[in-house]
């Protein structure tokens, strides 16, 4: 073990020096090209105008600012750089985009993810989420997919049209509002004295997705004048697009063997357990297996396999509607005087259909599920079929993974890459969800010069975010058997046979090859799972700030203010309930007895590549015709109530309030420039959570305070020993709040499809700080041009995480009774024979396994890494060549946090939740005023979005493959008033790409979503 550990510190080692070699080479090169632009002297008088002069006002900002930051402003009025804030975003170092469905949505910055990062609109403060497929590569920190009910922003609700200037601070100061540890991100919406006089401008686009082979068009305005001498001043502006977008690929739901319900013993095999294959080559295998007597070998060897457990294909298409509007009023009285008004207002609106063919037989416990109805006098035995039907006729294995013991080592475990077999059971699944982000501000803010020396600032602001998810839901039926008898005597089947066998192989890269086979005579369709809920998420903020700033003399300026900030946070959710707090899992005998195939149809895979083989038609449940054939959406049969869903309701009211100090400086130290700041800020926070949780069988509301309160120092220095170089260092002190969800005094047991877990919420959880240092060294050596260097260093204090266990009812963490449990099975009191739920049932009711998790703050850990920055501008070449610039970055992260259960155990050390490595963004871009074309390229390495073991089925851990984007963009501008535009997102294609375990790395979810192309024409008046 010590020699690993060396090995990893000599190649860290290595890889600095490679990386210090590489800077010193570059800086030879701009070295050259900064002499050849000096000996130029007619350079000096060039005015540029689009992308290049928006690159060259954001370098100014980020020359003169005190802190460590970075802008993208926009090259023309309503004509931002990219065609998502986000995807603007990844450009800067340091920050890594999340996608959803081919589009950005979170940021991650320096190796921490969207719940360390705080978004200012117009100076307040704000929240906007949105919901995704259950397996999302953001949010990870309030649980992977699904909706976002945590802290992060979701940059996809707005369009890019809206905004005119965004800039990122990775170092804090005491004038700037606490809560971040990674960065804080300002954007700024267009305001009348910007542009003053009257402006109209107007465009529209027509994009193509070439998966989809939809037209999506956009629309944006704006208008502009200015009044009275250029005193008043109003502006509206508005965005509109439509998106169709197809998501193709496979998932996997996970990997699992006999491990992950039972105890594993090496030597031996798996205690207790009825999850085994119902044979294996032509041997029988035993229906239980414990220590004293595990089986035949050829059994042990292909259960303690990881296998898929749900290997299926996907087809996802997604309908946005993406609508956004501001208006800005400004009032200039005198030349000392300014008040500015500034609304937003943004909907951003999907349906989202999810298509998926799975042979769920594989993760379906002992033979499956039993179910009997009456339709008049007549009884009706539905079955769906388990692992212990399985004839499992050949199978290979793959590159082992690593998993844990009884006793908490690791050791190899062998993957199950391709299997033939008779008697499976498949699943086809509709889901259907209507999701809707409505996004609402309003600030004032004024500015009152009394003298020279010394002016005030007042902001105020509200902004609310509603997310609403009114329909999710899904059908689902399974190929097993029906009919009239009991299920003792009633004969089931499913695909697969000797001459024609269900197989799978995921050797021929990401998609497998997943083949049917024939269908067994004695096989049914009948409708298995009808779950219908709805999800609610609310933020808003209430902001005042006042501040006030004093030239004490020529080179000291201090400044100083309070602020309160009023944070109010709101989830519900609704299921189909057993009248109680259980999720109603049963169908009525009526309804289940309409035959399936009056509502179902036909779905196909279209535009991504399969091996040869593989079944690509299938037909699935269609929710449209459910709604006529079994009144789908009548909850006079099918209520929903919040009952069932009492664990994710809950409220969470925060009052910060904060005063702060700071002096700034510009003087001169041995006749070198000395600029910089230094402040403290005290922040107070006060919580107060209303949850719920069972006493008994009663639904009882709890509620939950914290308060805490902080000092936050703060240094910003810059030090110029030149006129174009300055070395920068930062020094703070941070804190980032917990999330949401976990502050939720819940106390909640469900059962949804095949998992079964039970959480609790903490209020008392604190918030995570950090101690920070950064330096950099910039070299601004041309114009528009830079290259800095930058090192950074957080340590932090601790970390929040999800804890977690798993064992049957008995070895909960918190000694609840078995009340909570067979609830949540469908049953009623501690009676365990009165539970309705297929699942509970199918595990073995009391004996079933249960995840319990709950959040906790640990022991954080140190985080580091280096930003390399290089801008250039080829200014000094010959034309057309001087035309041409590049922007390149690099950036290296590292951070190991230990992740353990709710006993304390140790489940692994990685890496921080969505943190990759090494990152790197390049630009290469032509601008001559009239033709501007552009380049770019953003790499992402592999991260981790999900540590724990347990929930993941034994598998070390869920991650994200490395990702590489490339998008372009093209311009043409006749005229001072007419321009053409065309844009390419995605040119590489690049698919969403998930795997468990990280040795392993099976295939978890592999979807694509094709090339997007965009051909607009941009008038102003």
Request: hydrophobic content about 35%.
């Amino acid at each position: 073990m010590r020699e690993g550990i060396a090995l990893k510190k000599n190649s860290n080692l290595a890889a600095s020096f490679k990386l210090g070699a590489s800077a010193v080479a570059l800086l030879a090169i701009v070295g050259a090209s900064s002499a050849a632009l000096a000996q130029n002297e007619d350079l000096e008088t060039v005015v540029v105008t689009g992308f290049r002069a928006s690159l060259e006002k954001a370098l100014d900002i980020k020359r003169n600012s005190l802190d460590s930051s970075d802008s993208i402003l926009a090259e023309d009025i309503a004509k931002f750089p990219d065609m998502n804030v986000s995807e603007s975003l990844q450009r800067i170092p340091g920050v890594a985009l999340n996608r959803e469905s081919g589009e950005g949505r979170e940021i991650t910055v320096r190796g921490l993810g969207a719940q360390f990062t705080r978004v200012l609109i117009n100076g307040v403060e704000a929240i906007a989420t949105v919901g995704s497929q259950d397996v999302s590569t953001s949010n990870p920190g309030s649980g992977a997919g699904g909706t976002n009910r945590g802290r992060g922003f979701d940059f996809n609700v707005f369009a890019s049209d809206l905004f005119t200037a965004l800039k990122v601070s990775k170092s804090n100061s005491a004038s700037l509002e606490e809560g971040s540890l990674g960065a804080t991100v300002q954007l700024q919406t267009a305001r009348p004295f910007d542009h003053p006089g009257f402006i109209l401008t107007t465009s529209a686009q027509a994009g193509y997705q070439s998966l989809a082979g939809s037209i999506n068009p956009r629309f944006a305005a704006l208008v502009s004048n200015t009044f009275l001498g250029g005193r008043v001043g109003f502006l509206f502006s508005g965005a509109y697009g439509t998106t169709n977008t197809l998501e193709e690929g496979t998932s996997s739901v996970r990997w699992m063997s006999q491990l992950s319900n039972s105890v594993y013993n090496p030597t031996v095999g798996i205690t207790a357990s009825t999850n085994q294959f119902g044979s294996v080559a032509g041997t029988t295998c035993p229906s239980t297996v414990t220590l004293a007597a595990p089986g035949p070998a050829a059994c042990v060897a292909a259960d303690s396999a990881f296998r898929p457990r749900f290997p299926r294909y996907d087809i996802v298409s997604t309908h946005s509607k993406r609508l956004g509007l501001t208006g800005s009023l400004q009032w200039q009285p005198d030349d000392k005087t300014l008040f500015t008004v500034d609304g937003l207002f943004a909907d951003f609106a999907q349906e989202r259909n999810e298509n998926y063919l799975e042979a769920n037989a594989f993760s379906v416990g002992s033979t499956g599920t039993n179910a009997n109805y009456v339709v008049g006098t007549t009884t009706y035995h539905a079955s769906s079929l388990g692992v212990r039907t399985i004839n499992l006729l050949t199978y290979a294995t793959g590159t082992p993974g690593v998993t844990a013991d009884s006793t908490g080592a690791l050791m190899a475990t062998p993957t199950m890459i391709s299997g033939t077999a008779t008697n499976v059971g498949l699943r086809a699944e509709h889901r259907l969800d209507h999701l809707d982000t409505r996004f609402m501000q309003i600030t004032v803010d004024g500015t009152h010069e009394f003298s020279d020396t010394f002016k005030t600032h007042l902001l105020v602001g509200w902004s609310e975010s509603h997310h609403r998810n009114p329909v999710q839901a899904t059908l689902a039926m399974d190929l097993g058997c029906t009919g009239a008898g009991a299920a003792a005597v009633y004969t089931c089947g499913g695909v697969g046979s000797t001459t024609d066998p269900y197989a799978f192989d995921y050797s021929q890269g990401n998609m497998p090859m997943l083949h049917l086979g024939a269908v067994s005579p004695n096989a049914s369709w009948f409708l298995s799972n009808l779950r219908e809920r709805q999800e609610f998420a609310s933020n808003s903020y209430r902001s005042v700030a006042t501040d006030f700033e004093w030239k004490a003399n020529k080179e000291v300026t201090i400044t100083g203010g309070f602020d309160h900030r009023n944070f109010g946070y709101n989830t519900l959710e609704t299921r189909r309930s057993t009248g109680g707090t259980g999720e109603l899992a049963t169908i009525p005998d009526n309804i289940r007895a309409v035959d399936i195939n009056s509502y179902v149809k036909n779905v196909s895979l279209k535009g991504i590549d399969v091996p040869a083989g593989s079944t690509t038609s299938w037909n699935v449940p269609d929710l449209d015709k459910a709604a006529t054939a079994i009144s789908l959406w009548d909850q006079t049969v099918f209520p929903l109530n919040k009952a069932a869903g009492y664990g994710a309701t809950g409220t969470v009211r925060e009052n910060d309030f904060a005063g702060w100090i700071q002096a700034a400086w510009d003087t001169e130290v041995a006749g070198m420039s000395f600029r910089g700041d230094a402040g403290v800020r005290y922040v107070q926070t006060s919580m107060h959570s209303l949850g719920y949780t069972l006493v008994g069988t009663t639904i009882t509301p709890v509620d939950g305070k914290n308060v805490y309160h902080d000092w936050l120092p703060a240094a910003n220095l810059v030090l110029a020993p030149w006129d174009d170089f300055q070395i920068r260092f930062d020094a703070s002190y941070a804190l980032t709040r917990p999330n949401l969800g976990g502050m939720l005094p819940t106390g909640s047991v469900s059962v949804s499809g095949a998992n079964a877990t039970a959480s609790v919420g903490n209020p008392k959880i604190p918030p995570m700080r950090s101690k920070n240092l950064d330096m950099a060294f910039e070299w601004y050596y041309g114009k528009g041009s830079l290259i800095s260097i930058a090192g950074f260093w957080k340590h932090l204090d601790n970390f929040v995480q999800s804890a977690q266990s798993a064992g049957n009812w008995t070895t909960n963490p918190w000694g609840w009774t078995a009340e909570r449990f067979v609830g949540a099975c469908g049953g009623t009191g501690t009676d365990w024979s009165t539970i309705t739920n297929a699942t509970c049932q199918s595990q073995g009711g009391s004996n079933m396994n249960w995840t319990y998790s709950y959040s906790a703050s640990v022991k954080g850990a140190p985080l580091y890494g280096t930003e390399i920055n290089w801008q250039q501008q080829f200014y000094f070449l010959p034309d057309p060549f001087s035309n041409f610039g590049l922007l390149a970055n690099y950036t290296y992260v590292q951070a190991q946090q230990k992740y353990f259960d709710t006993a304390g155990k140790l489940l692994m050390q990685a890496d921080l939740n969505n943190m990759s490595r090494n990152s790197y963004n390049g630009t290469v871009y032509y601008d001559d005023e009239v033709f501007q074309a552009r380049l770019t390229g953003a790499f992402r390495s592999h991260y981790l979005i999900d540590p724990n073991i347990t929930t993941n089925y034994n598998n070390y851990g869920i991650f994200v493959k490395s990702s590489f984007n490339l998008d372009a963009s093209t311009s043409y501008k006749v005229n001072e008033k007419l321009m053409f535009t065309f844009d390419a997102m995605n040119l590489t294609n690049q698919a969403s790409n998930i795997y468990a375990d990280k040795f392993a790395q099976r295939s978890y979810q592999f979807h694509k979503t094709g090339q997007v192309f965009y051909f607009g024409v941009k008038y102003n008046y």
